[in-house]
């Protein structure tokens, strides 16, 4: 049994272990182990039936270095303090590691979103605004999507900012539909950014994508569209597991049919069929002989329990901490090569931030631009990161932290600190 997960403790310890690596003094990264600054709001909403519900809001900002703050905004029932708290930490070393001038944050709201008619949700993301306002603001701190939360929560963000303002500021929020200064590209950017570090590190280790056996954990953004590039891109995508189940094709999972059966059925696989497929249990999920696991769902998810049974060759993290430190290490022993969530979902603050550079210079830009500066960013920071690892012989998560680590104490050292 996995003991209790704590994911700020696991960024704590992946910290610690970078900072060894680097030769820091505590001096140097002692900062950076607390965020900069951590925001809980009450939100309270009218329901439809007309009862007040209070949900809990998070917004925690976790370094400002290199940047204006920077992360996602996720709607969870499991959302909490400690949750926010790492993920804003992996926002900065994410935008650390490539190279973007952000620093890093992230909100949520501790709550079950398809419990909430549209209304109910518009009002309450349209609070939350209104009491993290102080906090916000293009050159402040940038919200975009994450778990549960999408362009239209955006819209709703933007608006009530605006709204509050006076004016229309598009660039308080990344990942917006394109009628109101979304980016083209933005919606597949963490999807494509994945496939193209998947390619940069099977070219540097010599093999060929195509062919290659896949299975993704989670079917929303993240999941849905990096199994369809991945698809695209000539790999074999043999099982999918969503909160519903798993689905287990061993000729092949029709993705683009998947995709489009998810999207009119309530965003899930519940009821799919098609030939060859069948349903399997978690546990079997885990242990496919697969070459590649794909994991884009959440934290917590290869842990102690069930890392001794991996037979896949490489875990692409697409989910933000989907890998525990204990498990880190089974792996790591066991020769799995990980390439870790800062570098391999690190696609979508790199389209944000493309948006958010648009909406500052009130111009857009063709999606063969936004592709082809996303892959520039994307095949820099593998090759950095890739170039780390085998001259200080370190892991590619290790490497990957010891970049981003770098980065941000330089800076630092250079701002020095206030007062
Ligand atoms: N939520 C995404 C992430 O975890 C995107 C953040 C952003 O675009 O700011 O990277």
Redesign the pocket.
Known sequence: MAHTYNPYENMLAVLEEAAGKLGLCRNDYVALRTAEREMIVSVPVVMDDGRTEVFQGYRVQHCSTRGPY?????FHPDADLDEVKA?AA??TW??AVVNIP?GG??GGIRVDPSKLSINELTRMTKRYVAQILPLIGPEQD??????N?DGQVMAWMMDAYSMLKGYSVPAVV??KPLEIGGSLG?ME??GRGATMTLLSYLDKVGKKGPGMTVAVQGFGN?GGTGAKLLAEAGFKVVAINDVDGTLYNPGGIDVHRALDFAHTHGKTLKNYEEPGAKRISAKEFWALPVDILFPAAMENQINEDNAPAIKAGIILEGA?GPTTVEADAILNAKGVAIIP?ILA??G??????F?WVQNLEAFTWEEDEVNHKLAQIMEKAFAEVWRVSTEKKVPLRMAAYMVALDRVVKARKLRGIFP
Not at 70 to 74: A, C, P
Not at 142 to 147: E, N
Not at 348 to 353: D, H, R
Request: net charge positive; with cysteine.
């Open positions: 920077k992360g996602g905004v996720r993920l992996w926002m994410k935008c952000y944050a992230k940038i919200p975009a999507p994450d778990l939360t990344t990942g933005r950017a963490t993240v933000n969530d979902n690190a979508g603050v790199v389209v944000s931030y948006e």
